[in-house]
């Protein structure tokens, strides 16, 4: 049953949102089941269920006894062993032995095919956030729920940006030259069958970087290249940062409206491209034109 949560709502009012859900989809329970399925006619997939992968069952009836004359009986569950659904999700009512409630307990069914023990715990963990934040202020906007477990806030915050690492001195560029004197005949780029040695790229980029600066590039000055994955690639890159420019990535694959909208923001003094464009505003090259030159 989908709840409506635009708008941002509180919890109080998305609680009544659902109920109201709820309550309309109780006037047609006893649709069958296969008559919908039929109606709706949705994709069907081996893989999952047709209509819905998430499932919340909470029990709240009273314990019905099954009693059998000169018999103790005692019930036992049975489990299958596979799961109906992606995840399913079972609560239940408990009280204490004077009938005071005493909580909720519940279980997580989940497909293993598609989730570990860790990430299905997670995803308990999250409820449980959920769940507290609307007992403790129900008049809470959802979307300021507090979603990150304590574990996960401090990975995000601190474990994934700690800066705290030494960097070495100087200049991409000067890094670069480093190599190139420590290993010029190692490998710097290999892609299928052909390569560059840290020499030869360090050759090639410097007639690119050449031919940038005498058309006009400088510190700081946008350059943008639409290539596809070559070593002409790596070889405009390093050249761009020899020739102090700033390097502007176009993606073949986005729409020509996108790519012209990227030109018209950053306003390259130059494209160096491989491919047929309408791009307009800007002189366009080629790597060997350039290297030609």
């Known amino acids: 049953l989908r709840a409506d949560t635009s708008g941002n709502p509180t919890f109080r009012e998305l609680i009544a949102r659902v109920r109201a859900t709820d309550l309309d989809a109780y006037a047609h329970q006893d649709l069958p089941f296969d008559h919908l399925v039929e109606a709706l006619n949705p994709t069907r997939s081996a893989a999952r269920h047709p209509l819905f992968q998430t499932a919340l069952a909470f029990q709240n009836n009273n314990e019905g006894a099954f009693e059998l004359p000169g018999l103790q009986v005692t019930t036992d569950e049975v489990r299958t062993g596979t799961a109906k659904f992606d995840l399913s999700f079972a609560l239940r009512e408990e009280f204490a032995a004077d009938g005071a409630p005493a909580g909720i307990d519940g279980e997580l069914e989940y497909a293993l095919d598609l989730f570990d023990p860790e990430t299905a715990g997670v995803l308990v963990e999250r409820l449980l956030l959920v769940l507290r934040a609307l007992a403790t202020d129900p008049d809470t906007p959802i979307g300021a729920a507090e979603i990150l477990t304590p574990g996960e806030r401090e990975r995000v915050l601190h474990t994934w940006n700690d ?131």
């Open 163 to 293: 800066t705290a690492r030494e960097q070495p001195a100087g200049s991409l560029p000067d890094l670069f030259r480093a190599q190139v004197a420590r290993t010029p005949d190692a490998v710097a780029v290999n892609l299928g069958d052909e390569h560059l040695t840290y020499a030869g790229l360090d050759a090639r980029s410097n007639v690119l970087a050449n031919q940038l600066i005498s058309r006009g590039v400088r510190s700081e000055t946008p350059v943008a290249l639409l290539l596809e994955r070559s070593l002409d690639l790596v070889a405009m890159l390093v050249a761009i940062t020899k020739a102090g420019g700033v390097y502007v990535p176009l993606d073949s694959r986005a729409p020509a409206a996108r790519l012209q909208a990227v030109l018209d923001d950053t306003r390259p003094a130059l494209l160096v491209t491989d491919q047929p464009h309408t791009l307009t505003g800007v002189p366009a090259l080629t790597v060997g034109e350039l290297a030609a030159a």
